[in-house]
Every structure is written in structure tokens, then in C-alpha cells.
DNA sequence: TGGATTTGTTCTACAAAATAGATACATGTC
DNA sequence: GACATGTATCTATTTTGTAGAACAAATCCA
């Protein structure tokens, strides 16, 4: 979870902000994951330092209150570094059954 | 975990036990995990259906107690398929980190 | 002007997973 | 028989995952 929220906060940019993170790591795994779930993964992000927010100016539209950004930091990026590599070792060795499964 | 030592059990075949999948994890993901950490993964797993296991005959040399011999059921094989999968749509639309720092 | 509606965040609580380390066990060696 | 070795189980704690209600701030519109 923290993994996958951490990769929704780089690909979403500017717009990593709560509700657009759950929509979008909802999306992708398939399934439902309540808002609180979402914001306890965010915070817990940031008191390890992984990323960082700051409130936004609220927007001139409807409930456009304002929103807490989120943005990674250098730890942040490196801790997607490294989770990159571990897959890869965890993985290696297997033969994709993604692959397999088409054939 | 759980995924990183179901396809520990994978890759191991016959000679996936308790020990043994200890060494592959700790050196794949270049961490020490406990002996411990490692069978409580391994139970929950065959309490989800994940692995089997069968208590192998001891063998003949010093220590050699029986092994509990882990294997995937079908659903084991389900199962890693979808990991592929989720993981597949999590990291999309990012950019390998690990190629980029090779460049 | 003030309630309804919308978008957003925070708070509280609980369940599940990760993790460590001590303990127990079976076998060969001396 | 005592000891070393490789193995498995048990117990307890910390960390992570998860949900949902409560709260907040903004616009809309009768």
C-alpha cells in the first residue's frame, strides 16, 4: 500500500492530493480503498520523510476548498529506486505468467 | 512478504523449506529476516491456500530432521499471476528509475 | 441569507501482516 | 551420554492496512 500510493503521488504531479491519489490507486489495483486509508498511508509517508505537502489556495469552484499537495522527496525517490531494484531480484527467476497465460 | 516468499517457494521447487527459503529471501532482498518472520509467512500462506506442505523423510546426516517441503497449490499459481498483474498497473506510467540512473 | 450540496481533510478504532527471538526437536559425532 | 547442527514451532510485539464517521470550507440557489 505505501508502495503503491508512493507511486501515485510521483505519476499524479501537481495533482497528488488525497481524493485524487484514492482514485487513482483505486483504479489501478481494481478494488476500493476507503479515504482513510489513503490519508493514514500519505501521513505515515511523511513522517518517514518519503514526501511532503503543503496546502494549495482553494479553487473558485463548488466545495473547491483547499487541498493538501503532496510531492515526493529525495528520500522519497530513492526509496522508489530501490523498491524498483527489489522487484526486480524478487521476481527474477520466474518466468512471466503474464506471458505464459496468453500463450 | 508474503508475495516475496511465495515466489521464493516458486523458484525453489523441491527444495523449498523453511531454511532454505530464509536464505533466498534474506539474499534476494538483501535483508536479514528472522527464522521466524519466514514460517509465519509461510504458514499464513498455506492458512490462505497459497502452499502446501508435506513433512519430507529425515535425511541421513547430522541434523537431519525432517523438512516441511512448501509447495504452490493452483491458487498459489493464481495468485502470483495477479501479483504480476497489480504490480504491472502500479508501476506504469513510471519511469524505470534503474535505467535512469544507469544513463 | 442561510440551508443544501460538493469537495476535501482529520480523527478514532480495529484487523491483519511483519518481525524477532526463545524454545523445542531429531539426528549424527565424539 | 553430552554436544553440535539443522530444523521447526511458539509467543509476543510493532508496523501496516483498512474503514468510516466527523469535521471543514467553499459554491449554489430558493
Redesign the interface.
Known amino acids: 500500500m505505501e508502495?503503491?500510493v508512493l507511486?501515485a503521488v510521483?505519476?499524479l504531479g501537481d495533482d497528488a492530493y488525497g481524493l485524487a491519489v484514492r482514485r487513482d490507486v483505486s483504479a489501478?489495483?481494481?478494488r476500493d480503498y476507503s479515504i482513510g486509508a489513503v490519508y493514514t498511508t500519505l501521513q505515515r509517508l511523511e513522517d518517514k520523510g518519503l514526501v511532503r505537502s503543503r496546502a494549495t489556495d482553494p479553487l473558485p469552484v463548488r466545495g473547491g476548498r483547499s487541498r493538501r499537495q503532496f510531492k515526493l522527496t529525495a528520500n522519497g525517490?530513492r526509496a522508489?529506486?530501490e523498491a524498483?531494484?527489489?522487484?526486480?531480484?524478487?521476481?527474477?527467476?520466474?518466468p512471466?505468467?503474464?506471458r505464459l497465460?496468453q500463450a
Do not use: F
Not at 524498483?84 to 520466474?94: C, F, K, L, P, T
Open positions: 508502495l503503491t507511486l510521483a505519476r489501478r489495483t481494481g525517490t522508489m529506486r524498483e531494484r527489489m522487484a526486480a531480484s524478487v521476481w527474477a527467476g520466474i512471466s505468467t503474464i497465460e
